[in-house]
């Protein structure tokens, strides 16, 4: 079943950043690495902040251990699903009214002209949040179910919208080509939302949904699910929002470097995101509803031995990711986005900052998968805390290493960081508990040694470089 379920999001993902790749390359050819393109990605990053604080991190880690254990299933998910729509509604029109001020917020270090052509984009991306919600809520119901397959490549279509959007525009003029790509992430969201409303059919929660509305007893036991949950989602929020407030600082720190290093980090942290993606993300998607059912049937010696599987599969898969990308950066960024308006200088930075990024590629992948321990038995303020604990040392690294670095140390700062919530997250998951882990193989903890030594000469041979 893990095999199963990881190759299906696996596949579901790889399909999907082939496609973004695509998107990003025509992209990087199209605006390059200039003040349009850094305008686009502060607009997109704004909805995806949100997304990942509020619906695929939070919202999952609280709503499916929640729902598992809940015994009256339709009314406390019709519940979620209203109070949430109803506070994203709220928000979106926030965003889209003061879109000015919070773009100002978000990119501190662009002009006052720039701010006001960046701000209608803000409030056209932002609308991508209320149609990824639904669709996270969606996915959530179907992972109950161990269907994996539409959330897993439902995502192809925002980028497939969004290659439409680029070929569409008009390339002798950037303003015209961001609007553009601002209405293709508008327009696959709500192909993404249709898609998961079909698989939502065909996996018959419809009756479950509309039995809720005709039928909304409240007691006790529903209220004190709701408050867990909330209680969760609440720490959940805390814990999933550091990741995002530390790339807004990095954004943030980057606005007042060279134009074009909010791009350099956009591009490289795309590279970056794929074998996280394709691994860790995909293998914890997959074995977290397996491993909270076994939590609550408090049958533990079971869910170790598939966190064991996991770690190890997940240990070789980022390990080689890591090394090969980092001694390939170069060609890769060179294949994937030199031409066009993309010059070979930005190649050479943006490999650079890949390069940082990639160190931190183990840590960050391994962290995920021992963290479904603690959201599994429902200890998201204990992840939360670790969370920020981890954001406070990125926080440091990133202010310590800009002044030297400049854009490549904001992305050696992330994998620092990433090595510190790896730390606190190990001690939380239980130290012997992750040493009767790794015992059981000793050639594998051999070779990992031996990875994470060839890692560590690779690093200082980057450090080395970044003087010179």
């Not at 980090?265 to 997959?286: C, M, T, W």
Request: aromatic share 16%; net charge positive.
């Amino acid at each position: 079943m893990i095999i199963k379920n990881f190759f299906t999001n696996s596949a579901g993902i790889l399909v999907s950043r082939i496609f973004g790749f695509i998107r990003d390359l025509l992209t990087a050819s199209v605006l390059g690495a200039n003040i349009y393109s850094d305008m686009f990605f502060v607009a997109f990053k704004l909805p995806n902040l949100f997304r990942r604080i509020f619906a695929e991190g939070a919202f999952t880690q609280a709503f499916l251990p929640a729902f598992t254990k809940s015994r009256t299933k339709g009314i406390f998910a019709l519940h979620v699903f209203v109070r949430f729509a109803l506070f994203i509604a709220f928000l979106t029109t926030l965003v889209v009214i003061f879109s000015p001020f919070i773009t100002k917020i978000f990119a501190y270090g662009f002009s006052d002209e720039q701010i006001l052509q960046t701000a209608p984009l803000v409030s056209i991306n932002f609308f991508y949040l209320a149609l990824i919600y639904v669709v996270t809520f969606i996915a959530s119901l179907l992972q109950y179910r161990s269907h994996f397959a539409t959330t897993a490549f439902s995502t192809v279509l925002l980028n497939i919208s969004m290659i439409t959007a680029l070929l569409l525009s008009d390339p002798s003029s950037p303003q015209n080509t961001v609007y553009y790509l601002s209405f293709g992430v508008v327009i696959g969201g709500i192909l993404q939302v249709l898609v998961h409303l079909y698989a939502m059919k065909k996996m018959g929660f419809f009756p479950l949904m509309f039995g809720a509305v005709k039928y909304r007893k409240t007691h006790k036991q529903n209220d004190l699910e709701r408050k867990t949950f909330y209680k969760n989602f609440f720490h959940s929020v805390l814990g999933g929002s550091t990741v995002q407030l530390s790339a807004f600082i990095d954004t943030w720190l980057a606005s007042f470097l060279a134009t074009g290093s909010i791009s350099y980090l956009y591009y490289a942290n795309r590279v970056f995101q794929l074998p996280l993606a394709l691994f860790a993300i995909a293998l914890s998607i997959g074995i977290f509803p397996r491993i909270t059912k076994l939590i609550k049937k408090n049958d533990e010696s079971e869910a170790v031995k598939l966190l064991q599987k996991g770690f190890w599969m997940l240990a070789f898969l980022l390990s080689a990711s890591a090394l090969g990308g980092i001694l390939l950066s170069s060609p890769i960024i060179k294949i994937l986005f030199e031409r066009g308006s993309f010059n070979q200088q930005d190649t050479l930075i943006c490999a650079q900052v890949l390069s940082m990024y990639l160190l931190g590629l183990i840590p960050f992948g391994l962290s995920r998968i021992f963290s479904l321990w603690l959201f599994a038995q429902q200890r998201q303020k204990e992840a939360a805390v670790i969370s920020a604990t981890a954001l406070g040392g990125g926080i440091i690294f990133s202010f310590i290493l800009v002044y030297p670095f400049g854009v490549i140390g904001l992305a050696l700062a992330n994998s620092l960081g990433g090595l510190f919530l790896f730390i606190l997250t190990i001690r939380a998951f239980g130290i012997k508990r992750f040493f009767d882990i790794i015992q059981p193989s000793k050639l594998a903890l051999l070779m990992l040694t031996l990875i994470i030594e060839a890692a560590a000469l690779i690093f200082l041979m980057e450090i080395y470089n970044v003087y010179l």
